[in-house]
């Protein structure tokens, strides 16, 4: 069963720009969207941006100065804009969320970010 579902997944050229978004879908309620990942063929999932406790953001290195996570409680939806993009940014992101009730972790299925000319 689905809990979170990503969009916003696509081909842009170097210099471009998306925008991810993160929806809590499904039959579990209090499932939270809070963070994006990403894994790129032949690596490891690795963080990209997270909204910590509090609602403090958190970025890779690799993200501070192009990314920008958000989050909108009442839609249940974290959107991850994504500017300058570099070829290296290609990869699967992976939208996590949490159920605030048992602190168990979902994870999305997963949108492919391509960037290239």
């Known amino acids: 069963q689905v809990h979170l579902a990503e969009s916003g997944g696509g081909l842009v050229l170097p210099g471009g720009s998306l925008r991810l978004s993160c929806a809590a879908v499904?039959?579990?309620?209090?499932?939270?969207?809070r963070g994006w990942y990403r894994q790129a063929p032949g690596k490891p999932r690795e963080l990209v941006a997270v909204?910590?406790?509090?609602?403090?953001?958190d970025y890779a290195d690799s993200a501070k100065g192009r990314f920008t996570i958000s989050r909108d409680t009442a839609k249940a939806t974290v959107d991850l804009q994504m500017n300058n993009l570099k070829p290296e940014d290609t990869a699967v992101y992976y939208c996590?969320?949490?159920?605030?009730?048992?602190?168990?972790?979902?994870w999305g299925q997963g949108t492919q970010v391509t960037v290239a000319s």
């Open positions: 909204i910590r406790t509090g609602g403090r953001p």
């Open positions: 996590k969320g949490a159920d605030v009730l048992s602190g168990d972790d979902y």
């Open positions: 499904g039959s579990i309620f209090s499932i939270e969207p």
